[in-house]
């Protein structure tokens, strides 16, 4: 299947969906896909950053070989939407410690930012709180976070917020 040429056209819904799951669990075709997403013209990037974010979500071992290229596409992405897929793809993994440092920062950054998409923020959070879960120190860093988003934001970030809190006091025991 060539992505690239798929990609080109203008895709419906359906159309995404049968090309993520031609790709299913197979890391050459998702591989292939990952690198349209990273270096593809920006509407084929953006396109691809779709699919990616949807493949993870379903199959999350799928980028275990590509954090270099993902943290790449968060400093320096090329449209709103890829920075959006790259994070929210980030909510259904579990991240290995050796990228919690710099995926844990770049999510605080685009959480703390007003100038940001609210779906970013709100993606940006549930990463944050993946990542601190296991940390008590981070925990109490998010939870100070949390309160200053939570002066003055959208509802979708006030809920966000509301059940982090709730995930938040669970691990304390509180």
Same mark, same amino acid.
């Given at each position: 299947?060539?992505?690239?040429?798929?990609?080109?056209?203008?895709?419906?819904?359906?159309d995404?969906?049968?090309?993520?799951?031609?790709?299913?669990?197979?890391?050459h075709?998702?591989?292939v896909?990952?690198?349209?997403?990273?270096?593809?013209?920006?509407?084929?990037?953006?396109? /691809?950053?779709? !699919?990616? $974010?949807?493949?993870?979500?379903?199959?999350?071992?799928?980028i275990?070989?590509?954090? %270099?290229g =993902?943290l790449d596409?968060?400093?320096?992405?090329t449209?709103a939407a890829?920075?959006?897929?790259?994070?929210?793809?980030?909510?259904f993994?579990?991240?290995p410690?050796?990228w919690?440092?710099?995926?844990?920062?770049?999510?605080f950054?685009?959480?703390?930012?007003?100038?940001e /998409?609210?779906? !970013?923020? $709100?993606?940006?959070?549930?990463?944050?709180?993946?990542?601190?879960k296991?940390h008590? %120190?981070? =925990?109490?860093?998010?939870?100070?976070?949390?309160h200053d988003?939570a002066?003055?934001?959208s509802?979708?970030?006030?809920?966000r917020?509301?059940?982090?809190?709730?995930?938040?006091?669970?691990?304390?025991?509180?």
């Open positions: 299947m060539d992505f690239n040429h798929l990609l080109s056209q203008h895709l419906n819904r359906s995404m969906l049968g090309i993520v799951n031609y790709i299913g669990n197979d890391q075709r998702f591989d896909l990952f690198e349209l997403f990273c270096y593809g013209p920006p509407r084929i990037a953006q396109r /691809a950053s779709w !699919l990616v $974010s949807n493949c993870v979500e379903r199959h999350p071992l799928l275990a070989n590509q954090y %270099d =993902l596409m968060l400093e320096n992405p449209h890829i920075k959006r897929n790259a994070v929210r793809l980030l909510t993994i579990e991240i410690t050796r919690q440092g710099p995926i844990y920062e770049k999510c950054q685009l959480a703390h930012s007003p100038e /998409a609210i779906a !970013l923020r $709100s993606f940006s959070l549930k990463v944050l709180f993946n990542i601190a296991d008590p %120190d981070l =925990l109490v860093e998010l939870d100070e976070l949390l988003c002066q003055s934001d509802p979708g970030i006030l809920s917020i509301r059940n982090l809190r709730k995930a938040i006091e669970k691990i304390r025991g509180d």
